[in-house]
């Protein structure tokens, strides 16, 4: 690559993992020992090393970013992602290897780094400026702009410590783009923000690309790696897996989380049946977002399915379903209507799919039932991340019974890496007609 602001050769990261707090202790006796005693200088040493091991976060990472470039790294939780900005913004050092970074660098990195939670927000915009390098008259020409940006009115002048996770954001990316860096790294903080606000920092970062500048931007949403970068970086195990174009790393990386784990069953089960239990999701109770209703009846479980096994990555222009078990809590003496909602991780709705729509409804049951009610539909959605809204609800007395947000996650990928171009490529029918001139 020419004019490279980012340069990185063979880095590591490496952490020591003492085998008990006993190891730590006995790991400083021989090393006073050796300094102390140069003959048992080997013996020493050995008997260190037995005392822990190595955890390495990043292994042998190799890349280059041109000047504009707009690179996403993607991967799991716990792949290395985060430690990999942080060398990069120069808060954390490499245990081997080299970095070379030209240019002004602002990262937005771990929620409220670099604020005094003592200080006003006008204080530590102040602060923040200052450090990324601008003059006070600098300072207090772009104050306005900082200010409008962060819209959170009067608090600006209250201490941070009083700022809920969205102000925070919203303050700490005002700040970090009025620097006009020549570098912006951006790890995961826009997933607090409200829908709005967000919306504003990817309008943002359009303009910002625009101008030149090089973005690294980190996010579990493969809709906005896809939108903002043009090339992708996949980290797992610490280690670079693939480095290329968006499409087909984001594509890859839905593929490696495509893991089979039997097949879909659509009946009712009676109350002596165990649920099933997804092998891909977090347990159920944690993984919702949100959870309302009057309690008559609680979704327990929520898998999708494709070609006749659990996934949580969907093919895109095939057949798919969401099964859900429902479990009555109190007798139902009136019908009740079952339904899901897709929408993306920023809160953009997209579809629903409900027992309405089909002319069903649940009939009355008795408490301790379990219902699998299955929700089947073509897969018409772009490559990205999606999640799942549950809901019950009674016709006759027009209240929901359970609504849980979050209830399952699932990506989107193509056989072949086609584009689609919009969130949504619904069934369509095109014809031509030749008027008479």
């Excluded at 006993?22 to 140069?38: D, E, F, G, T, Y």
């Excluded at 826009?190 to 690294?216: I, N, P, S, W």
């Excluded at 109770?285 to 096994?309: D, L």
């Excluded at 209830?407 to 490529?425: E, H, I, M, N, Q």
Aim: proline share 4%.
């Amino acid at each position: 690559m020419t004019d490279a602001l980012i340069k990185l050769s063979g880095v590591s990261k490496a952490y020591r993992i003492w085998h008990s707090p006993s190891a730590r202790l006995n790991s400083i006796v021989h090393h006073c020992a050796k300094s102390v005693i140069p003959a048992l200088w080997e013996r020493c040493t050995i008997a260190q090393q037995r005392c822990f091991h190595d955890f390495y976060a990043l292994r042998d990472i190799s890349f280059e970013v041109s000047r504009g470039e707009s690179v996403g790294i993607i991967g799991r939780n716990g792949s290395g992602k985060s430690t990999l900005l942080q060398i990069l913004a120069g808060t954390l050092s490499p245990s081997a290897g080299c970095v070379e970074v030209n240019g002004r660098i602002a990262a937005l990195l771990e929620l409220g780094a670099g604020f005094n939670p003592e200080f006003s927000g006008r204080d530590n915009v102040r602060l923040n400026a200052a450090i990324l390098g601008l003059s006070d008259a600098q300072i207090e020409a772009r104050m306005e702009e900082i200010v409008a940006f962060a819209d959170i009115g009067e608090f600006l002048d209250q201490p941070v410590k009083t700022y809920s996770s969205g102000m925070l954001v919203r303050l700490a990316f005002a700040v970090q783009v009025a620097v006009e860096p020549e570098i912006l790294i951006i790890d995961e903080a826009l997933a607090v923000g409200d829908m709005f606000f967000q919306a504003k920092c990817y309008a943002h970062l359009e303009k910002l690309r625009a101008r030149g500048v090089t973005l690294l931007f980190v996010s579990h949403s493969l809709s906005a790696v896809r939108s903002i970068c043009s090339r992708a970086l996949l980290i797992e195990d610490g280690r670079c897996l693939m480095d290329g174009p968006v499409d087909v790393v984001t594509d890859l990386y839905c593929e490696r989380n495509l893991h089979p784990s039997g097949s879909a069953k659509s009946d009712c089960i009676d109350g002596d049946a165990s649920p099933q239990v997804s092998n891909l999701q977090p347990p159920f109770a944690k993984r919702s977002t949100g959870r309302t209703g009057a309690g008559k009846a609680r979704y327990i479980e929520c898998i999708t399915t494709q070609f006749g096994r659990e996934t949580d990555c969907l093919v895109h222009g095939s057949r798919a379903a969401v099964v859900a078990d429902l479990k009555i809590l109190t007798d139902l003496n009136d019908t009740s209507e079952a339904g899901i909602l897709v929408r993306t991780p920023e809160g953009i709705d997209l579809f629903a799919v409900n027992s309405y729509f089909h002319q069903l409804e649940i009939p009355a049951q008795n408490a301790g039932t379990i219902l699998r009610v299955t929700f089947e539909f073509d897969v018409c959605l772009a490559p990205g991340n999606y999640n799942i809204a549950l809901g019950l609800r009674s016709p006759v007395q027009g209240e929901y019974m359970d609504k849980v947000f979050g209830a399952a996650t699932f990506s989107v990928v193509t056989r072949d890496g086609s584009f689609v171009p919009a969130l949504l490529r619904i069934p369509s029918k095109v014809s031509f007609q030749c008027l008479p001139s």
